[in-house]
């Protein structure tokens, strides 16, 4: 709110949308197990990450015009303001 800007809600729980959540955590340690990640691999994931370019055009204009650790002190707040 400090910077004006409009953080969502977060998702209100509900058990369904927890049991399918579950669901999905357990499908995708599964699939996490599977997938090998020596130091060679996790290299490669590093280098193809690292040339991946996100348009310019879907970033806000307040984004270009706050720091790093303005942004995250943002976030850490709102989100230690969530928990209480």
């Known amino acids: 709110q400090m910077l004006r800007l409009h953080l969502p809600d977060p998702p209100v729980d509900s058990e369904e949308e927890n049991e ?9 340690q599964s699939s996490r197990s599977s997938i090998p990640m020596d130091a060679e691999h ?30 995250k002190d943002v976030v850490q707040r709102t989100l230690q303001a969530r928990q209480s």
Do not use: Y
């Open 20 to 28: 399918e959540e579950a669901a999905e955590g357990a499908a995708a």
């Open 42 to 71: 996790v290299e490669l994931v590093k280098r193809t990450m690292a040339s991946v370019k996100l348009p310019t055009l879907g970033i806000p204009a307040w984004a270009s015009q706050i720091s790093e650790e303005q942004w």
